[in-house]
């Protein structure tokens, strides 16, 4: 699959479906500089974005996840 040009800068990158502690389930980019460090099951944490400037895309609040520190 092909980026689109707002997620071209942050390529490659994964997608997946991140389960909160509560049950509930949020599709996700995860943040990560090794992709093969990936594992189901991992431990992950919330990442918020700032709000970019773009107008080509929605604006939403924008959440990542990434690996726990």
Request: proline share 10%; charged share 25%.
């Amino acid at each position: 699959h092909v980026s689109p040009p707002q997620f071209k800068h942050m390529t490659p990158y994964a997608v997946g479906i991140v389960e909160m502690e509560e049950g509930v389930k949020l599709p996700s980019i995860i943040r990560t500089s090794r992709l093969e460090s990936l594992k189901i099951g991992m431990e992950l944490e919330v990442d918020f974005s700032p709000k970019s400037q773009e107008t080509s895309w929605p604006h939403w609040p924008r959440y990542f996840f990434k690996e726990t520190e």
